[in-house]
């Protein structure tokens, strides 16, 4: 079995068409976490989630307020952790309520990821040069690694480098 998932893009739009593919696929109850260095495309990736869950509007990184609530075919929660200093922070905002009705996407999520739950979508981001990004997908849980093996089906054959590990 598949245990991560490595996909290389080549510009802005292709790391948003990960994120439509992703978005497309959520459900209810999704919990998708992203890791990265600033700059690496964590908001370039949960705008095209955020399309790919029928949302209209852009989605802008929400660093100073902490969350953005958008809605769509589910409704998307877009938490940023970059300013909390405290892990313990986060239990503040209530991200199981949020799981019980919407898609929840956590920007930053390393600075707490021990408080979220087992089952998630974890996504590392790496800037490779100005345009590449490497996005590396880790599922905990059954539902991430069947939500895996059908983004990398709905990727084959488009100019996105995919690879399994």
Do not use: N
Not at 98 to 118: G, M, N, Q, R, Y
Not at 122 to 132: A, G, K, N
Not at 133 to 148: H, K, T
């Amino acid at each position: 079995m598949v245990k991560t998932l490595e996909i290389t893009t080549h510009s802005a739009e292709e790391t948003q068409q990960v994120g439509r593919v992703l978005g497309q696929l959520a459900q209810a109850g999704d919990l998708i976490l992203l890791s990265g260095d600033l700059g690496a495309g964590k908001t370039t990736l949960t705008q095209g989630i955020a399309w790919g869950l029928g949302v209209e509007e852009y989605a802008h990184s929400p660093t100073f307020i902490l969350a953005h609530e958008y809605h769509g075919r589910v409704t998307l929660h877009h938490l940023d952790l970059y300013r909390i200093d405290d892990p313990r922070e986060v239990e503040e905002l209530g991200i199981d309520e949020f799981l019980t009705d919407s898609v929840c996407v956590v920007e930053w999520a390393e600075k707490a990821i021990d408080l979220f739950p087992e089952e998630h979508l974890l996504v590392e981001l790496t800037e490779l040069s100005e345009e590449s990004r490497s996005l590396r997908l880790s599922p905990a849980g059954e539902r991430y690694v069947g939500l895996m093996e059908e983004i990398a089906k709905r990727l084959d054959g488009t100019s996105i480098e995919i690879k399994a590990v």
